[in-house]
């Protein structure tokens, strides 16, 4: 087993750019932090980047390191790492804080669509429910006046005259 030094220098400088990529990960997350300080964005953002920087960082001694993460691999990301943050990122975060807000922007205005259909919702199931009790009480009604009329033409009839006529009636005859 040989131990070629272009090789070594190779992998130190694909890990300091390794380094560096996730410190500007960070970075471009952290404007997504700032934007919204609660601790469910904190967290979210916390677990997507250690999720991603774990299968890079697997990924990355699997292929590179030949199954094994050495030593100088990991001072190479802490040295990319470190030059970032030291270098660019003070410059870069005005740029991230602007992309976080048109995203932020345009996340709105591709929700607008939804809250007025959302919106409109609300008003037609307000609506139904006021049209559905009316239902209910106007069903209610005509079941009581259909029962009622069946009542009524249960009872025998007497010549179709009012029962003021018959009244009269008996009023003249002693």
């Known amino acids: 087993m040989e ?10 400088a694909s890990a300091v750019l390794l ?22 964005v904190t967290h979210l953002t916390d677990g997507l980047y250690a999720a991603l920087w774990l299968l890079v960082l697997l990924g990355f001694a699997l292929h590179r390191g030949q199954g094994e993460l050495r030593l100088y691999v990991i001072a190479g990301i802490v040295l990319g790492a470190v030059c970032y943050f030291l270098l660019l990122s003070f ?24 809250q007025k259909a959302t919106a409109a919702a609300k008003k037609v199931a307000v609506l139904s429910k006021k049209y559905f009790q009316f239902l209910r009480k106007y069903d209610t009604i005509k079941k009581y006046k259909w029962e009622f009329t069946r009542a009524r033409s249960r009872t025998p009839k ?3 005259r009012s029962s003021r006529e018959q009244q009269k009636e008996r009023k003249q005859e002693p």
Request: glycine share 12%; aromatic share 14%.
């Open 19 to 40: 380094g560096g990529l996730g410190a500007w990960l960070y970075d471009v997350l952290r404007a997504v932090r700032r934007r919204r300080q609660t601790r469910a």
């Open 3 to 12: 131990n070629y030094v272009s090789e070594q220098l190779g992998t130190l």
């Open 158 to 160: 007497r010549g179709g």
């Open 91 to 114: 410059r870069l975060r005005p740029l991230w804080d602007f992309w976080t807000d048109t995203a932020a922007v345009f996340g709105r205005i591709l929700l607008w669509p939804l």
